[in-house]
């Protein structure tokens, strides 16, 4: 079955550095998610993608974030410089045309900021 | 907001007992979702159910929802410890992204 996967699984810097999380949604998919779920809370929508462009953002996703769809395959968020409460697990999730509400997860990237 | 809240934040009960987690929401809603979480991993989608549907069946699942009362249910019937996971809930309204709830984490103890 396909699936939504994410790299890496585990991402450890320094406060005040970029970072950058890796996604690759489902092949024919065409809206795109990140969320992002801090230990043991809920899960909070970040940005939502869509014909190469943001289609939504939360109050999260502030100048120190960005998405970008390099390529055809690839689907980015980076984080230009990184704070303590950036600590957080990051997931990266796809939705087809035809069934647009049903959003398909990656595995997710474990972001630790020290 | 249209967040969805959980309820009960946490559940505990034997293998083959029956599950109900609810979910309430605060405005309109388009659709309402169910996704399940193991620890440490990703969201799984469940069921949907459309804001013109009243009940759903999936396998042991069964969602109903209640647009009068902003709430809906998700029952896991004759459950197995693998079912041992965090459920959430998640709504969305046209032009606008999916709110998820803070999660019911299951236990089903063997």
């Known amino acids: 079955e396909p699936e939504v996967t994410q790299t890496p699984s585990h991402q450890v810097t320094q406060m005040g550095q970029e970072v950058i999380l890796r996604c690759v949604p489902i092949?024919?998919?065409?809206?795109f998610y990140w969320y992002r779920q801090i230990l043991g809370q809920k899960v909070e929508f970040l940005v939502s993608?869509?014909?190469?462009?943001?289609?939504?953002k939360s109050e999260i996703f502030d100048d120190q974030f960005s998405v970008e769809r390099p390529d055809g395959s690839n689907f980015t968020l980076k984080i230009r410089s990184t704070k303590l409460e950036d600590s957080a697990m990051y997931f990266c999730?796809?939705?087809?045309?035809?069934?647009?509400?049903?959003?398909?997860f990656g595995s997710g990237t474990q972001l630790s900021v020290l | 907001s249209q967040q969805g809240e959980e309820d009960p934040q946490a559940l505990s009960i034997q293998e083959g007992e029956n599950a109900t987690m609810n979910c309430s929401y605060k405005t309109s809603i388009n659709n309402l979702q169910w996704y399940r979480q193991n620890s440490g991993r990703g969201l799984v989608h469940l069921i949907l159910?459309?804001?013109?549907?009243r009940e759903k069946h999936s396998g042991r699942l069964r969602v109903t929802l209640d647009t009068s009362k902003k709430s809906s249910s998700l029952l896991i019937t004759a459950s197995r410890a693998a079912d041992t996971a965090s459920y959430f809930c998640a709504t969305s309204s046209y032009g606008q992204n999916f709110v998820f709830g803070p999660g019911t984490r299951l236990s089903v103890l063997p």
């Open positions: 092949s024919n998919h065409l809206y």
């Open positions: 159910i459309r804001s013109n549907e």
């Open positions: 999730a796809s939705s087809s045309q035809g069934e647009a509400e049903k959003l398909f």
């Open positions: 993608f869509y014909n190469n462009e943001i289609s939504e």
